[in-house]
C-alpha cells in the first residue's frame, strides 16, 4: 500500500519533512500489489518467460486479492502459500510528490516462520536463477545459497532496505566459500544498502583474509574512484556483479568480466544512448566496468 501526500496533483510540497510529526495531512490512498519479489516476478513474466513465485500470504483479504491478481496476469502462483491466521506483508509508504520516498513502516512478520523447500524450487527443473530478497529469515538465505552452490545456480540477491541488507552476511563461513564458489552473481543495492552492506561485511572481517586480497589484487582498481565504486569493488570478489540503484540518477553497474573485449567494442553505442562506462582492464581478457 502507498500513501501519497500531498496529493499528487501538487507540483512541489509546501511542508518540511519536520511538519509531519505529530498531525496528519490530506493525502491520495493507493493500494497496489507489490513486494520486491513480486516486483520481479511481474517484470520477468512481462518479458515473456515464465517465473516460479515461490512465498507466503496470510488467509486474509490481501491475501486473496494478491492471489486473484496473479491469476488475472496469469502468473503460475501454485507455490504462493496460505498460512492461517497470519496477516499477509503489508508495506505502507509514504511518498512526496515527485514520488520520492518520505518514510515506510514494513510489516513482514509472516516471513519469519517461512522453511525453505528445495522440492518446490525443482518443481519445474533446475532453473537458470534464482532471485531472493532480504525479506526472508538468514536461515532461509543459507538455505538458498547453499542450494544454488550444489546446483550450480547463479543466485541474485535483492537488499529490499537498509536495516534488512545484512543478513546476507549472517553466515560468515558461507558468505567466504563465495570466493570460490561465486554463487551469489548478482545484487541491486541501493545507495546507502551498498554502503550498510559494506560496513556490515567490514566489521564481519570479510576484507581482513588474505584470499580476499589475492582476488581484489586482480581487478587492478586504483584509488581513483568515488566511495561509493570504492564499496562495490570491494565486494566484488565476492559477487561479481553489483547494480547500485541512484534514484533519480539511474544505476551504476559494477561488474567482474571474463572477457572484456566485447565491452570495448562498445563504446560508440554507449554514447548514444547517454550510459557513462567505466572499464579498467587487467591482465589478460578480463576487466572491471
Given at each position: 500500500m502507498s500513501t501519497l501526500c500531498p496529493p499528487e496533483s501538487s507540483l512541489k510540497c509546501p511542508y518540511d519533512v519536520e511538519d509531519f510529526h505529530g498531525t496528519s495531512f490530506p493525502g491520495d490512498v493507493k493500494k497496489t500489489v507489490g513486494g520486491v519479489g513480486r516486483n520481479i516476478t511481474e517484470t520477468v513474466f512481462r518479458l515473456g518467460l515464465n517465473p516460479m513465485f515461490s512465498s507466503v500470504v496470510g488467509s486474509d483479504e490481501f491475501g486473496r486479492w494478491i492471489i486473484s491478481q496473479f491469476e488475472t496476469m496469469g502468473i503460475d502462483s501454485s507455490n504462493l502459500e496460505v498460512v492461517e491466521n497470519q496477516s499477509t506483508a503489508v508495506y505502507s509508504a509514504i511518498h512526496k510528490p515527485d514520488g520520492n520516498l518520505l518514510s515506510a513502516v514494513a510489516d513482514m512478520k509472516i516471513f519469519d516462520g517461512m522453511s525453505f523447500d528445495e522440492d518446490k524450487l525443482l518443481k519445474n527443473g533446475i532453473p537458470n536463477l534464482v532471485c531472493f530478497d532480504a525479506n526472508i529469515p538468514e536461515s532461509y538465505i543459507s538455505s538458498i545459497l547453499n542450494f544454488c552452490s550444489a546446483k550450480k545456480i547463479p543466485a541474485f540477491f535483492e537488499p529490499t532496505?537498509?536495516?534488512?541488507?545484512?543478513?546476507?552476511?549472517?553466515?560468515?563461513?558461507?558468505?567466504?566459500?563465495?570466493?570460490?564458489?561465486?554463487t551469489l552473481r548478482y545484487i541491486s543495492p541501493s545507495r546507502l544498502e551498498l554502503e550498510?552492506?559494506?560496513?556490515?561485511?567490514?566489521?564481519?572481517?570479510?576484507?581482513?583474509?588474505?584470499?580476499?586480497?589475492?582476488?581484489?589484487?586482480?581487478?587492478?582498481?586504483?584509488?581513483?574512484?568515488?566511495?561509493?565504486?570504492?564499496?562495490?569493488?570491494?565486494?566484488?570478489?565476492?559477487?561479481?556483479?553489483?547494480?547500485?540503484?541512484?534514484?533519480?540518477?539511474?544505476?551504476?553497474?559494477?561488474?567482474?568480466?571474463?572477457?572484456?573485449?566485447s565491452v570495448l567494442n562498445e563504446g560508440e553505442a554507449n554514447s548514444k544512448d547517454h550510459r557513462i562506462e567505466i572499464v579498467v582492464t587487467r591482465k589478460g581478457k578480463g576487466g572491471i566496468r
Open positions: 532496505s537498509v536495516p534488512k541488507s545484512g543478513k546476507i552476511f549472517k553466515d560468515k563461513k558461507l558468505f567466504s566459500d563465495l570466493l570460490t564458489t561465486q550498510s552492506m559494506f560496513n556490515v561485511a567490514k566489521s564481519n572481517g570479510l576484507f581482513d583474509n588474505n584470499d580476499w586480497v589475492d582476488k581484489l589484487i586482480e581487478f587492478n582498481i586504483g584509488s581513483k574512484y568515488r566511495q561509493v565504486f570504492a564499496a562495490a569493488t570491494k565486494l566484488l570478489p565476492y559477487i561479481p556483479t553489483i547494480i547500485i540503484k541512484l534514484d533519480k540518477d539511474g544505476a551504476l553497474l559494477v561488474q567482474n568480466m571474463e572477457d572484456i573485449d
